[in-house]
């Protein structure tokens, strides 16, 4: 069994597509722009927000206005973040049941540090080891350096944890981290994109995921 287990925090451990579509839509509007779909919200979750504020607002054209619009989505989310987000069926009992086994928790997200970090906190008390965001002094996904950085602080090699992901982004992460790649079947990308980019398993529930991580 591994030591220590990674995992994504959107589409993986909590369905947070319905107020992430809030927020953008509260940013387009503020901007006069007309409202988008969860479709449409769900093709660009994956980046990090620098980089998903310019393909959610793509009609400013401007790297100022877009500057400006990142910092008008941080507020707006602060308001909404858990108007509707919950985890997932089934993942705080097996997140529960892989403490108890003793394996060592941690979340590595593209999110804003801050949100993710209090969203975690809120959803899942008391339960990861470590929590990471994205912050300016490491790259975010799909670079690994933050996985580095978590098998640094829990004293653990890459091949004695397992990185947990919904997307292709997460799955790239996890081998170019030389982690143990898991890809949940219920996230924002379908089973085959996960495979085709690296996923070992694609379990389709969470007592499929606590199995595929305890067998590594």
Not at 47 to 70: G, Q, S, T, V
Not at 164 to 190: K, L
Request: aromatic fraction near 10%; charge should be negative.
């Amino acid at each position: 069994m591994v030591k220590v287990a990674i995992f994504d925090f959107d589409g993986t451990l909590a369905n947070t597509l319905p107020d992430l579509k809030i927020t953008i839509n509260l940013v387009r509007e503020r901007y006069g722009l007309a409202p988008v779909t969860e479709e449409d919200v769900l093709r660009h979750v994956n980046n990090h927000i620098p980089r998903y504020i310019e393909l959610m607002l793509p009609e400013l054209c401007d790297a100022e206005k877009w500057r400006e619009a990142e910092q008008t989505y941080y507020r707006i989310y602060d308001d909404h973040y858990l108007d509707e987000t919950v985890p997932y069926d089934g993942i705080p009992e097996m997140l529960a049941q892989l403490k108890r086994d003793g394996v060592r928790l941690a979340v590595m997200s593209n999110k804003n540090h801050e949100h993710v970090a209090r969203m975690v906190e809120t959803l899942f008390p008391g339960v990861f080891d470590s929590v990471w965001g994205t912050i300016p002094e490491v790259p975010a996904k799909p670079n690994p350096a933050r996985a580095f950085l978590i098998a640094e602080e829990f004293g653990a090699t890459m091949d004695e944890i397992a990185y947990v992901g919904d997307s292709d982004v997460d799955m790239i992460t996890a081998v170019n981290a030389g982690a143990y790649p898991i890809g949940v079947s219920w996230g924002y990308r379908p089973a085959e994109c996960l495979t085709e980019n690296g996923a070992k398993v694609t379990p389709v529930d969470a007592d499929g995921l606590y199995r595929a991580i305890v067998s590594v």
